[in-house]
């Protein structure tokens, strides 16, 4: 890449920062009780302008680096704190963050890129399961010290790609005739989503101890 496409690529990337502080600051000065619905629109733009800016980031490193594609991203995926434990037939992934709602404009790559390849790098070590009929829980867990009004939909979130990307790893198939999906809401400590990927069988057993747990967490 000549020195004029690299000052070109910093730049743009040096603009979205820019974008980003302002639109952060705006956050600050919002009321979120009151204006819940601004500080949503306010929150999603800042987070798709995070996601622009480290995609473009790790395309710049590809592309002018020698570090490979695999090495980064196996990096990052450790950076956002993304972890895999498979534990009497259920293979869990837990999520430093809440996934992003569906967007025609951008993509999910700045996620699923690094689940990819933690995968592959859990894979090096550990046998995965092969689910042929199996249930796919996510579990949103949302911060107890936030608005419980950021609580969304399920239809309005991301799921599709990051299942595709699981499914390349755990699934024969994530046809609707093979994978079943439940979506459940938790109050937590902190932000994050877990998904749990089991066979059909084990579900009733998942869901009964999920119960237990979160009941005896209330009575505490």
């Not at 999906?181 to 990927?197: F, H, K, L, P, Q």
Request: net charge negative.
């Amino acid at each position: 890449m000549d020195r004029a496409t690299l000052s070109q690529r910093i730049e743009s990337i040096l603009n979205e920062i820019t974008r980003l502080s302002n639109t952060l600051y705006a956050m600050d000065n919002t009321n979120i009780q009151r204006h819940s619905d601004s500080y949503e629109m306010l929150s999603t733009e800042a987070a798709l302008r995070g996601e622009v800016i480290a995609c473009r980031l790790r395309h710049l490193i590809y592309e002018t680096t020698t570090i490979r594609k695999a090495e980064y991203l196996t990096s990052a995926g450790v950076m956002q704190g993304i972890s895999v434990i498979e534990k009497d037939g259920i293979l869990e992934i837990t999520l430093p963050c809440l996934l992003p709602k569906k967007s025609k404009k951008h993509s999910c790559e700045y996620l699923t890129d690094p689940i990819y390849y933690t995968l592959s790098k859990y894979a090096q070590t550990h046998t995965l399961p092969k689910f042929r009929h199996c249930v796919v829980c996510f579990s949103h867990i949302y911060s107890r010290e936030l608005s419980p009004n950021r609580v969304r939909d399920y239809d309005n979130l991301e799921l599709k790609q990051l299942l595709d990307v699981i499914a390349t790893f755990v699934m024969e198939d994530d046809t609707g005739l093979l994978c079943d999906a439940y979506n459940t809401t938790e109050i937590g400590d902190g932000d994050c989503t877990r998904v749990s990927v089991m066979d059909k069988e084990r579900f009733q057993g998942w869901l009964s101890d999920r119960e237990n747990r979160l009941r005896s967490i209330s009575d505490l």
